[in-house]
């Protein structure tokens, strides 16, 4: 304040020193006016002067102004006027005019008069509190000041209204303010508000901030909307860019599908408005930093399925297809639809089947790459079709054998009506314009990329040359224009189209034995590239020999060593001798070292400003990352750790081709087990339904005992009756109603003979199944899988164990034979020492000889025979596993035994029953017969049962009609 206090004092007198008097005085007015018509007028006049007079206004009389707010708010009016003055004080929308000799000072008045404002945290929480008046005069110079406080010093007034309470709250209510100018202003003061502070973004996004936005998107008309509609959609990226919790909350509000109507474009795309331009660029970049590659993974995968399901990644490739749409509108489509489906199979494939309207229909994908290949399209748009083209490719092992396949023989359309995705990048490849060679040799790259079938069918890939000449393969074409050089003139960069070829042979031969023998039987391949890198060229053509010294890495590290002139050793002693290895390592380094690599590692775009800046590919400097330190290892390795790496790797294999076996062994076990298990759960369930038919059976048994008993009495008192009251018992009409009551039991007697005759049958035949079953399943599969593969893999370790010990045995009984023959040995030197002087004679030396050789043989058999001991010791712990399994699966087989001899048991049981019941059955027919002959004996006609089946209807009335009249009788 003091400071600006001297630059006021610094100028000049005249109209300058009248017009500070003048605000002296009417700041003197604002602050002792006890009449509020004389504060309002001084301060309308104070804000008269403000724009004119910034310096001197803000000076003298923001104090003032502040002090107006805080006490006459009462007065709409005079707060109006008072929130202008400050307005015009702090903001720079306009440039007042100001003498030379204080322009200097003055340059950033409103970061100072900001400063001052806000160092008072109770000055910014007034205005929030005065948003909350409706007045129009009021709500809305209070927001247009805090945007310009928000504007000049962001981040610390947007700590304070954080920590306000209520504060982000009381702003958002501006966008439901039903006047558009504070809506729309509204919308400004939350885009500075939200700009790089997480913490109010999450606010202000949970505030319902995204519906009100959409629904202001929607009453202005979506995209043919105006500034309105490109304010709002700023504020939407301001929440969702970089914040994946606005995003995680957008996408499960169902947002996204609110966002389909944007891109409805119709047939006629003439004459689209700046503004509508402008807009559906804001839109497309919207959707983009949804699905952008930086996000979580599994958020930008959800956000992916739900544009496919929703229906707007259909409404893109509209936009895409569509004709008439504006060039830059267009690359973005094609950036925006290629992140929509990177990464996600769903979404590819549907962008595979995509046709582009014309005759005769041709795929998306080959529209595009005609673009990508054509050196008159923009090259924007060339580079935005290449990273779709990336990005289709990107995780699609489906997609790229179909864009092989395009290639290979059997697939190309020899009637040549239409063109396929693979001839296209074979002309990019070898076109005269290095830019569509680059970008040819990229593309072809990713459908390499990680997917080591597809590396294998490119080899099969021939190219006719010339007419006449017979056919060479791809790679071979690829190594040919590589050795050209620049020989051939081609339009753009000179090292382009060589780095492209590289980058393409790099990712073909990396993880790829057989196309590293493919490239290494030319023999003119090799000597190339060590003469490319050996060579002291310019600092341009240093990027080009490292890529061949990568290359030549990549060709070592990967040989299987199936060609002898081209074996790993071999090619580390070329690379000694004709470069050094200190040498190939620093060219091998000129990649990552170079200035472009960092700038494509960067991001999975490749944007570049133009065409001599499209060097690197994102995902090659993934590979080089990768590569660059596994080949400087291989370079320096010696033969001997190379062998022992490779003996290391096929003990691994063999001990993993073990490991995998056993695991097959015992799946297969698990698998008969759990077949057990289900065959003994079927017999429980068997064995308890015939429990409950047996306990059904012997309670109708008891049932018909107990008739049976009844019947047996009364025939008994029938029979006594007879003998002494039988003309008597015939007049009074008892002896007929016994006849019936008998005749009645006799029937159902019968009926129930019946149905436990056929419950007999149903039974036995129930009992016959299980038992064959039981027979059958138990002694198959019981015995058998569980046990005999496991005899025989027990016996052939027993045959290998005694194989061993005979041989260890006979090595023991060589060893003790050759132990005493070096003693023997050892006697003779030491007599033959003493006798003659050590003069070193022949005799000595063949002895010493002998003696060596006989040492050497012994160390080698100790050799062997603990080699042997340690094969011996995994034998035993192989057939102790082995018994194991054995007794585990004998115990099993034991207890499903048990189970059988249980099962076996109770259907005897239910045998012996069945018998009795049968014996039963039997005593019922005999006492039947003999009732049968007392009726006949007392002179009744006894009906057969055939008679009484045969019966009809009449008989049974004629019989009910004599009784009833029996009953009338009596």
Request: glycine content about 4%.
């Amino acid at each position: 304040m003091n400071f600006l206090r001297g630059v006021m004092g610094g100028q000049s007198a005249g109209p300058q020193h009248t017009e500070a008097e003048t605000i002296q005085k009417l700041c003197d007015r604002v602050a002792s006016s006890t009449l509020l018509d004389d504060r309002r007028n001084a301060v309308r006049a104070l804000k008269s002067l403000s724009k004119k007079y910034r310096l001197e206004v803000g000076i003298q009389a923001m104090e003032h102004l502040i002090h107006v707010l805080q006490t006459d708010r009462s007065d709409s009016e005079i707060i109006g006027y008072a929130l202008d003055t400050l307005y015009n004080i702090i903001s720079n929308d306009e440039e007042e005019e100001v003498e030379e000799n204080s322009t200097r000072q003055s340059e950033d008045l409103g970061s100072q008069f900001t400063e001052i404002f806000i160092k008072q945290q109770e000055n910014v929480t007034l205005l929030l509190s005065l948003l909350e008046e409706f007045d129009f005069h009021v709500r809305w110079p209070a927001v247009k000041l805090l945007t310009s406080l928000l504007k000049q010093l962001g981040p610390q007034v947007q700590q304070i209204i954080l920590v306000s309470p209520m504060g982000v709250s009381r702003l958002m209510d501006l966008l439901a303010d039903s006047r558009e100018v504070i809506r729309n202003d509204g919308v400004l003061l939350l885009q500075a508000l939200t700009r790089s502070n997480g913490a109010i973004q999450k606010i202000v996004a949970f505030e319902n901030a995204f519906e009100r936005l959409l629904d202001i998107i929607t009453e202005e008309g979506n995209s043919d909307g105006g500034i309105v509609v490109e304010d709002c959609l700023i504020l939407l990226q301001n929440l969702l860019k970089n914040n994946n919790s606005n995003q995680n909350f957008f996408k499960e509000g169902s947002y996204i599908q609110r966002m389909k109507p944007w891109f409805e474009v119709g047939d006629d795309n003439s004459g689209w408005s700046a503004q509508k331009v402008t807009n559906l660029h804001l839109m497309l970049q919207l959707v983009r930093v949804l699905v952008s590659p930086n996000n979580p993974p599994g958020a930008t995968s959800s956000c992916q399925k739900a544009m496919f399901q929703c229906g707007l990644l259909q409404q893109l490739c509209t936009i895409l297809m569509a004709t008439g749409v504006p060039a830059d509108i267009l690359t973005e489509t094609i950036n925006t639809v290629s992140e929509v489906i990177r990464g996600c199979q769903v979404n590819q494939d549907y962008f595979a089947s995509v046709n582009a309207p014309s005759n005769p229909p041709r795929p998306a994908i080959v529209v595009l790459l005609m673009s990508m290949v054509n050196e008159r399209q923009p090259f924007v748009l060339r580079c935005a079709v290449l990273y779709c083209f990336q990005c289709f490719l990107y995780k699609n092992q489906k997609g790229q054998g179909e864009i092989v396949s395009t290639l290979l023989p059997s697939t190309i359309d020899a009637t040549g009506n239409s063109v396929s995705a693979g001839q296209l990048l074979c002309g990019g490849l070898f076109s005269t314009d290095s830019l569509s060679n680059w970008c040819a040799a990229v593309a072809l790259a990713h459908a390499l990329q990680e997917n080591a079938t597809q590396k294998e069918q490119l080899l099969r890939v021939q190219l006719a040359t010339s007419i006449g000449n017979p056919p060479v393969s791809l790679l071979q074409q690829c190594t040919n224009i590589l050795s050209q050089g620049d020989k051939i003139d081609r339009r753009g960069s000179k090292i382009q189209t060589r780095v492209g070829l590289l980058m393409l042979l790099c990712t073909w031969l990396s993880s790829c034995p057989i196309a590293v023998t493919h490239f290494l039987h030319n023999s003119a391949n090799v000597p190339f590239l060590t003469g490319q890198i050996a060579e002291n060229l310019g600092e341009e053509e240093q990027l080009v020999q490292g890529l061949c010294a990568l290359l030549l890495g990549i060709s070592i590290y990967f040989n299987d060593n199936s060609l002898e002139s081209c074996m790993k050793e071999k090619l580390k002693q070329l690379i000694e001798k004709r470069i050094g290895k200190e040498n190939f390592i620093e060219k091998l380094g000129f990649i990552s070292k170079h200035e472009l690599y960092s700038r494509a590692s960067q991001k999975p775009q490749p944007n570049f400003p133009s065409p001599e800046y499209m060097i690197f590919d994102h995902e090659f400097t993934k590979l080089v990352k990768e590569l660059e330190g596994v080949i400087t290892k291989a370079i320096y390795k010696s033969s001997e750790e190379d062998q022992k790496e490779e003996e290391v790797k096929k003990t691994l294999e063999q001990h993993d081709s073990i490991v995998t076996h056993y695991k097959n062994m015992i799946r297969e076990q698990d698998l008969q087990l759990e077949e057990l298990r289900q065959q003994v759960s079927t017999l429980k369930c068997q064995n308890e339904q015939l429990q409950t038919a047996v306990t059904q059976q012997a309670a109708q048994i008891q049932q018909h005992r107990d008739q049976y008993n009844l019947l047996k009495v009364q025939l008994g008192k029938d029979s006594h009756h007879q003998g002494s009251y039988s003309n008597g018992a015939q007049m009074n009409g008892i002896q007929p109603e016994e006849i019936d009551r008998l005749r009645e039991e006799i029937e159902k007697l019968k009926s129930n003979q019946e149905v436990l005759q056929s419950q007999l049958i149903e039974k036995e035949s129930l009992i016959e199944n299980l038992k064959s079953s039981q027979t059958s399943g138990m002694d198959q599969q019981f015995s058998a899988p569980a046990s005999d593969g496991d005899s025989e893999q027990a016996a052939e370790l027993k045959l290998e164990l005694a194989t061993l010990k005979s041989q260890l045995n006979s090595q023991s009984v060589e060893i003790t034979n050759l132990q005493a023959e070096k003693q023997e040995l050892l006697q003779k030197t030491e007599t033959f020492a003493k006798s003659v002087p050590v003069q070193g004679d022949s005799e000595t030396l063949a002895i010493a000889a002998k003696t060596t050789d006989v040492e050497g043989r012994l160390s080698a058999l100790l050799e062997e025979t603990k080699e042997l001991k340690n094969e011996i010791k995994a034998l035993s712990e192989e057939k102790t596993a082995i018994k194991e399994q054995l007794d585990s699966s004998n115990s099993t087989i034991a207890i499903l035994q048990n189970e059988k001899d249980k099962l076996e048991s109770e259907i005897t049981d239910s045998r012996k029953e069945q018998d009795d019941l049968l014996v039963l059955l039997a005593e019922q027919d005999q006492k039947i017969v003999s009732l049968k002959k007392r009726l006949k004996d007392l002179g009744y006609p006894i009906v057969e049962e055939d008679e009484v089946e045969s019966g009809d209807q009449e008989d049974e009335d004629d019989e009910n009609e004599e009784a009833d009249k029996d009953q009338d009788s009596i």
